[in-house]
Structure formats: structure tokens, C-alpha cells
């Protein structure tokens, strides 16, 4: 059985579904996404993802190619078209096609696709191994407070990692780190807090993120955002990823070095059970 995908307006079949060699997003990495998960027929923090979706179309000056209303619209049909109840949506906007120019003109046309995938979300094996993690050289662009496709570094970096026995890579920038390769990254301190680094440039502002920060103070405890060091990571009782379609995924190692026990500790197994507790209430249904 084959998805349909959304592509400019129409509903295609995967194999129909095709985008111009002059599209800007193939050229230029000229392009945006969001990635939006499906659990029990509910989106997850989709409101988070639908701001974001703004402010980075509005960093790139790109379009806002449908209404707000039409956007979740489009999400809900999506996942009904393709019966999905648990996996993910990835929604992809590029500023369009024109002939390869470096300038871009204002009024452009953007190209807009959205497929979904089959992923049982809530059977992450990691949830109770935690990763282990490689600190690596920040080599990504500056604006990565953008959502953008340009991942072609982390990707190579993960590639890497994976061949060296690693689960993913920790990026440090004059000495302090910035995110995972696709995930932000947070400790717990020795004294309780859960520390993440403070919004810039320098990370994306994870939506998962937020939320995290907002359940650990609901549930009392410490939460700061501030920059830390690699090794103040590697002194920390805890640590732990949070992205979109993994949620909360606990750290037990980083270059080698044991995390606090080394096993799954009790701040990122309780974070995790809340977050996936609170959203699977407040999550917007697909039906309906």
C-alpha cells in the first residue's frame, strides 16, 4: 500500500509525487520543515510546531503558503488519508522553483509537501537503555534557530558516530555545548536542576524542549537555561535528549565516560511519563 502526499495543493500518489530540479529547496537548501508526531490518533504538540513553522518562514522572508486553519486542516486529513494513529507528519516547504539564480526575487511561489510515516513512537527501545554520545566539533550554519534542511554536517557526523559504536553526537562550540544532532540536550545537576542551554543562534528552539522545561517546574523541580560546559555534561548525575518523535530519550554515556550510574535515571524516566501523559490528553485529534 502506497501514502498519498500532499504536494501543492493536490493529494498524489508517492510515486506520482514530484518537484522540480529548479526548486530552490534542491539547489539551495532554500527550505523549511516541521516534524509533527501521531499518537493514539492525536497530534503532538502541534500548536509549538505551527509557531515555529512561522518564525522560520518569517527568518527566510518565505510565504506562508496556507492559512493557519487550513495548515492543521491539512494535518488532520494527512493522517486520516494514510490511517495513521501512531507515527509522525513531515510538512517541507521550500521558497519555490526558479531558474538557479543566488538572488531570489520577493513574490515566489512556495513548493509545499507533506508525507506521513508509520513509526511506533511509543516503543523506543532507548527509553530504557539511554544513548551513548560522542562530543564533536560545531560545524553546522549559525542560524540554526531556523528549522531549515541544511543538515547535511549532522548528518555526516551521525553517520560517523554510528560507525564508532556511538548513538549520536553532542556538538560543543568554544568549549560549551549546543545540541545533539537533531535534539537539544539537557543535565541534571548534582543538585537537582535540570539545566538546558538558553535560546540563541546557536540551537533550535526545540518545542519538546519547552515543554519539558515547563513540566519539570510544574513538578518543583529547578529548571535553568544558561550555557554549560562538555565537561559539566560529563559531571552531571543525568542527561537527556528531547525532540519531537522521541520525546524524552535518556544519556547514560558521553565520549566513553559513564553519565552519573550509567543506567536511566529518575528525572528523565519521570519526565518522560508526564510529557507523554499530559500530551496524549491535550493532543488534537485527527478525527473529527
Given amino acids: 500500500m502506497t501514502r498519498t502526499i500532499y504536494l501543492n495543493g493536490s493529494w498524489v500518489d508517492e510515486a506520482d509525487a514530484k518537484v522540480s530540479v529548479f526548486d530552490r529547496g534542491f539547489l539551495f537548501a532554500d527550505a523549511i520543515y516541521e516534524v509533527t508526531a501521531v499518537i493514539d490518533g492525536k497530534l503532538i504538540d502541534y500548536a509549538g510546531h505551527a509557531a515555529r513553522l512561522r518564525r522560520s518562514l518569517d527568518a527566510l522572508r518565505t510565504a506562508m503558503p496556507v492559512s493557519e486553519d487550513e495548515l492543521l486542516e491539512l494535518h488532520k486529513d494527512i493522517a486520516r488519508r494514510n490511517g495513521i494513529k501512531e ?5 517541507q516547504i521550500t521558497r519555490g522553483v526558479q531558474d538557479r539564480d543566488f538572488v531570489f526575487p520577493p513574490d515566489m511561489q512556495p513548493t509545499v509537501v507533506m508525507f506521513t510515516q508509520q513509526k511506533r513512537v511509543l516503543d523506543n527501545p532507548k527509553w530504557k ?11 553546522r550554519w549559525s542560524q540554526r534557530q531556523i528549522k531549515t534542511v541544511q543538515l547535511l554536517y549532522s548528518s555526516l557526523m551521525k553517520t560517523e558516530a554510528h560507525r564508532q559504536g556511538y548513538d549520536d553526537v ?10 545533539a544532532s537533531s535534539a537539544n540536550f539537557h543535565i541534571v545537576t548534582p543538585e537537582g536542576a535540570v539545566v538546558t542551554r538558553d535560546l540563541s543562534n546557536a540551537l533550535l528552539h526545540g518545542i519538546t524542549r519547552g515543554s519539558i522545561l515547563d513540566l519539570a517546574q510544574k513538578a518543583g523541580l529547578a529548571a535553568e537555561e544558561r550555557l554549560f560546559t562538555l565537561d559539566e555534561a560529563k559531571s552531571a548525575t543525568e542527561a537527556f535528549l528531547t525532540s519531537a518523535t522521541s520525546f ?3 544519556v547514560v554515556s558521553l565520549d566513553g ?4 550510574t550509567g543506567e536511566v535515571g529518575p528525572v528523565s524516566r519521570r519526565l518522560l511519563d508526564v510529557y507523554i501523559r499530559e500530551n496524549l490528553e491535550r493532543g488534537v485529534p485527527v478525527a473529527g
Fill in 248 to 250: 524524552v530519550t535518556p
Fill in 129 to 139: 537503555t539511554g544513548l551513548a554520545l560522542q562530543s564533536v566539533a560545531e560545524g
Fill in 257 to 260: 565516560n559513564r553519565i552519573g
Fill in 87 to 91: 507515527g509522525l507528519i513531515y510538512l
Fill in 170 to 179: 553532542l556538538f560543543v562550540e568554544d568549549g560549551y555545548v549546543t545540541e
